[in-house]
């Protein structure tokens, strides 16, 4: 991420921080400690005013963002006791073939080697959900695996349906 920092005669200091694509936040710093934060959507449009805090509120911003009150834990580096295997959280969304199926049918363990170990559906979280368990649109599976399993489940739920019924 590059930022870009410039004097504004008379009013302080802008920060352009580049976002995605032409996408910038702009923070424009005040003498007298205001702050405002922009959004320039592209190159040639205008940027739009997103909110302006004062210096004290500023800084406890800042202090959140950087960490001070919670530091999530970066996936990449993380040290788990868990061996190999991670725990992720996988949106099923309608289109996935899983949908209306139980996890006994879904053969989910036998066919990537993840395991589903909760099931959070809207405001309720299922621990230990039972064979019997059905997976439905919009649930949010915490699955236990390794990198390899969890790219394995990755493709399934990314796959066309298949016919997983037996005799």
Known sequence: MTIYETEVPGVGHKFELELDDDERLIVLIHHDGKREVYLRLGENQDSQKLFSLTGKRARQLGSILEGAY??????????????????????????????????????????????????????????????????????????????????????????????????
């Not at 099931?119 to 949010?140: L, M, S, W, Y």
């Not at 394995?152 to 997983?164: K, V």
């Open 70 to 167: 919670f530091q999530p834990i970066e996936m990449d580096e993380v040290q788990v006791p868990l061996g190999e295997a991670i725990i992720e959280w996988v949106d099923i969304d309608s289109s996935a073939p899983l949908v209306d199926q139980s996890l006994r049918a879904a053969h989910i363990r036998e066919q990537t080697g993840v395991s589903i170990i909760a099931i959070q559906r809207g405001e309720e979280t299922i621990a230990n959900p039972t064979p019997d368990t059905t997976i439905e649109a919009d649930d949010i599976l915490v699955t236990l695996g390794t990198r390899d399993e969890q790219q394995a489940f990755s493709e399934l739920i990314n796959t066309e349906p298949s016919d997983t019924s037996q005799a």
